[in-house]
């Protein structure tokens, strides 16, 4: 008798220790958002995030002269090889021998075997990707084209281009918007020079 009864408490023990098991409530599911777009916003933050990291400023930024050395001039953010500046002199022989590249001081030209290729104004202005579209910057970043537009040159060293091939659409989204965000600087950089000219 003690023995079933031993057995049937244990039996109901194991049948709501199931129940519970059973009944216990699961972990709500995170709601669907409605507009699962990221904001203009977060686009913005998230592309000025993406630029800074990967450099794009290093190259595509005048510099000025501070106490601890060339910094981008925030006045002229991402506006390409300044225009108003000569090119200066160096050594062609030296570029062309394919044993060196030749950065000028700003770090926004640069000579090689290819010639002499200038940093691209990144800015919204007429004269930087002021009428581009998003396809035609996905067009230059993925596939190396200049302006982003087909049957043109290629993007010249030292642009890393290959380096953005896998990148995801939300990002290239992403550093698309913040460009387009930033002050417009009126920069006509000049056409890339042969080699041998």
């Known amino acids: ?27 709500a599911k995170r709601p669907a958002s409605i507009n699962q777009q990221p904001s203009q916003g977060e686009l913005v933050n998230r592309g000025e ?19 601890r050395g060339p910094a981008p001039d925030p006045d002229r953010l ?24 030749v950065f000028n001081g700003q770090n926004t030209a640069f000579a090689g075997p290819w010639g002499v290729s200038f940093a691209a104004n990144l800015t919204p202005d007429a004269t930087g990707i002021g009428s581009w579209s998003l396809e ?17 040159r290629p993007l010249l060293p030292p642009m890393p281009w290959p380096n953005y091939v896998g990148m995801a659409d939300a990002d290239m989204k992403a550093v698309f918007t913040y460009l387009k965000s930033l002050k417009p600087v ?12």
Do not use: E
């Not at 794009?56 to 510099?63: A, I, L, Q, T, Y």
């Not at 009126?186 to 000219?197: K, T, Y």
């Open 1 to 27: 008798m003690k023995r079933m009864y031993l057995a049937a408490v244990a039996v109901v023990g194991l049948l709501c220790a199931f129940t519970q098991v059973q009944d216990a409530p699961k972990p």
């Open 78 to 101: 991402l506006s390409g090889y300044n225009s108003t500046q000569p090119l200066g002199d160096y050594d062609k022989n030296l570029a062309k021998s394919g044993q060196w590249v």
């Open 186 to 197: 009126a920069n006509a950089v000049p056409a890339a020079i042969p080699p041998g000219l």
């Open 136 to 152: 035609q910057f996905i067009k230059a970043m993925r596939q190396g084209k200049f302006k982003g537009l087909d049957n043109t």
């Open 49 to 67: 995030y993406l630029v800074t990291i990967m450099g794009c400023g290093d190259c595509h930024s005048p510099k000025k002269m501070t106490p």
